[in-house]
Nanobody, 120 residues
Framework: QVQLVESGGGLVQPGGSLRPSCAAS????????MGWYRQTPGKERELVAV???????NYADTVKGRFTISRDNAQNTVYLQMNSLKPEDTAVYYC??????????????WGQGTLVTISS
């Protein structure tokens, strides 16, 4: 059993910052790419940022220069530093990971989501 648990969402004013995190736990052998996605009512889930186990990060154009994704491999945790937040960043943020379990199964795992609200 493998799971991802997000935390660190909340309400912040425009121009503010948040740093949600997502921790993976369970029978993990290795984690490849991890990413953050977001979704608002009536819209499809969209990629925000992705960080591979090796290589360069990738960001949606709408968040480039404002958001930074990072990971702590020892803690199986991925972070999303969000600065200069705008009302249009309001969404439920989900993390995802491509995980190889100790039983050598290859899983795409999703967290339960954390709500980020940008409002004055």
């Amino acid at each position: 059993q493998v799971q991802l648990v997000e935390s660190g969402g909340g309400l912040v004013q425009p121009g503010g910052s948040l740093r949600p995190s997502c921790a993976a736990s369970g029978s993990i052998l290795r984690i490849y790419a991890m990413g953050w996605y977001r979704q608002t009512p009536g819209k499809e889930r969209e990629l925000v940022a992705v960080i591979p186990s090796i290589g360069s990060t990738n960001y949606a154009d709408t968040v480039k220069g404002r958001f930074t994704i990072s990971r702590d491999n020892a803690q199986n945790t991925v972070y999303l530093q969000m600065n200069s937040l705008k009302p249009e960043d309001t969404a439920v943020y989900y993390c995802s990971g491509r995980i190889i379990t100790r039983f050598y199964t290859n899983l795409e795992v999703w967290g339960q989501g954390t709500l980020v609200t940008i409002s004055s």
